[in-house]
């Protein structure tokens, strides 16, 4: 493959994956308008988003008349039972901490997918990525200690464990190199089956349901599509950083919306978390730039 064509499908990955973590950040603005109960929430979220997969896989296999799967074997499934089980840890994470701290600590899945890479795929992450790792690492810790202070620490284990699981599911991705677009909805049935089993006593309670339904029937497809087809064309610690849109843009819609200022620490830890991923972004697309420039015959040999 050409530096010219590596680079048009690094710009098609950067576009497909921009636009998934985009649309990530309305997930917790809509959660919260729906004003529920969080099984009822979960329930009906990972039905609708589970509706959709079904429907999709209907439409290329019989309009489109292309051959997919829903799950593709081992990797698939496994890959799909770590994103159902995000789904768990991400409600609860919303219900039990602030829109901030939740958000804040996802922005780890980049570092968590550079390390899981660098385990299993053996892509082992630059320096400057090793290095962005650790001042991470402190915006983490300034976040969960005002967790420690306001008594959210159950809420932010549970933001913490959606970043590892979510890296998991990217990093499997990466590793089958197969498409993987429909493996997060489709699976999203495991979530919405335990959560039935867990509704209350007088059933689903959610005061706007209009709201939990746009979200499972639009943004969360949207969203989990483009993030799980970005491995593709991306690595997955880049398709991690996509995460930092929602990180970004979240917070500041849970502010217009619902009025919810973080805290001073929340603030610092996040800020911490946001330039040291810019600073990371900004790197890895100018050093990827500058080697699509090098001549074909100046590269070194890699094969």
């Not at 589970?50 to 290329?60: G, P, T």
């Amino acid at each position: 493959m050409t530096p010219s064509s590596d680079a048009a499908r690094h710009r098609r990955g950067l576009a497909i994956t921009g636009l998934g973590g985009l649309a990530l950040s309305f997930d917790i603005p809509l959660i919260r308008s729906a004003d529920g109960e969080v099984w009822s929430i979960l329930a009906v979220r990972s039905l609708s988003t589970f509706a959709v997969a079904i429907a999709a896989w209907l439409f290329i296999n019989r309009v489109l008349g292309r051959r997919i799967a829903l799950i593709h074997g081992k990797a698939g499934l496994i890959a799909g039972l770590f994103y159902g089980i995000n789904s768990f840890t991400f409600l609860l994470a919303v219900f039990n901490t602030s829109t901030a701290n939740v958000v804040f600590i996802l922005a780890f899945t980049s570092m968590f997918a550079a390390i899981l890479s660098w385990i299993f795929l053996k892509e082992r992450p630059s320096n400057a990525t090793l290095l962005t790792m650790a001042i991470m690492l402190l915006g983490v810790g300034v976040i969960v200690q005002d967790g420690l202070e306001s008594g959210h620490l159950f809420g932010d284990a549970m933001a913490a464990c959606s970043a590892f699981l979510l890296a998991s599911a990217i990093t499997i991705s990466r590793a089958s190199g197969r498409d993987m677009a429909l493996v997060p909805l489709a699976t999203a049935i495991f979530p919405a089956l335990a959560a039935l089993t867990l509704l209350p006593a007088s059933g689903f309670a959610i005061a706007a349901p209009g709201y939990i339904l746009f979200n499972g029937l639009v943004m969360i497809p949207v969203a989990f599509f483009c993030l799980a087809t970005g491995p593709r064309y991306l690595s997955a610690p880049e398709v991690g950083m996509f995460y930092l849109l929602e990180t970004i843009l979240a917070p500041i819609w849970v502010w217009i919306v619902f009025s919810e200022m973080p805290t001073f620490q929340t603030l610092v830890g996040g800020a911490i978390l946001i330039l040291a991923l810019l600073g990371h972004s900004l790197w890895q697309m100018r050093s990827k730039a500058a080697k699509a420039e090098i001549p074909c015959e100046e590269l070194p040999f890699t094969g």
